[in-house]
């Protein structure tokens, strides 16, 4: 019988550096995302009764999505350390 190698997993049922690292990068991301929404929930009916003329709610929409569309994509490993 032969040794595991240490890029193998001794046992399938254990997560792997990787598996960890994925859940831990999509945590955090659920997280942002959990936050972004919390905010606009509070800043649209603001905006709404505030300045109903002027939807400045959209700045907030759209200068924080970007940055999140950019951490939905390191969540999914499309971008970031390790790659290639």
């Known amino acids: 019988m032969s040794e595991p190698s240490p890029t193998e997993p001794t046992d399938l049922n254990e997560p792997t550096d990787g598996d960890r690292a994925a859940k831990r990068r999509l945590r955090g991301f659920l997280n942002h995302l959990l936050a ?8 649209v009916p603001v905006n709404a009764w505030l300045a ?27 971008i970031g350390r390790g790659r290639g």
């Not at 700045?59 to 499309?78: I, S």
């Open 36 to 43: 972004y929404f919390a905010v606009l929930v509070v800043i």
């Open 52 to 78: 109903p003329q002027t939807p400045w709610f959209l700045l907030v929409m759209v200068g924080w999505g970007a940055p999140l569309a950019l951490h939905a994509a390191y969540a999914m490993g499309l």
